[in-house]
Nanobody, 119 residues
Framework: VQLQAFGGGLVQAGGSLRLSCAAS????????VGWFRQAPGKEREFVAA??????RTYYADSVKGRFTISRDNAQVYLQMNSLQPEDTAVYYC???????????????WGQGTLVTVSS
């Protein structure tokens, strides 16, 4: 299973970005898919997840109301609005049969995409 996250970049505070995660095979239909992020010097933290059926979503308190996770047959997306400098991190997509909040529950990880929010 290969995951690839893309769509990161530099954005000003208050701006928006949409991240995408692509995967090989039937990864998304068989797994919960999550987005995590890791800022310099900090541990990787949960951001959002969507279950394999796509009927249930989960969010970290810090992003509720600003970020939206969604999926179609090919990709999983993370729409990020009202971005703040504290959202600056490398964002990873991950997939696994369990979930949704904990890093060890995810068996497959993408390489990460950098999001930088300037003040």
């Amino acid at each position: 299973v290969q995951l690839q996250a893309f769509g990161g970049g530099l954005v000003q505070a208050g701006g928006s970005l949409r991240l995408s995660c692509a995967a090989s095979g039937r990864t998304f239909s068989s797994n919960t898919v999550g987005w995590f992020r890791q800022a310099p010097g900090k541990e990787r933290e949960f951001v959002a997840a969507i279950n394999r059926i796509g009927m249930r979503t989960y969010y970290a308190d810090s992003v509720k109301g600003r970020f939206t996770i969604s999926r179609d047959n090919a990709q999983v997306y993370l729409q990020m609005n009202s971005l703040q400098p504290e959202d600056t991190a490398v964002y990873y997509c991950a997939a696994g049969p369990m979930g949704p909040y904990y890093v060890p529950n995810y068996a497959y990880w993408g390489q990460g995409t950098l999001v930088t929010v300037s003040s």
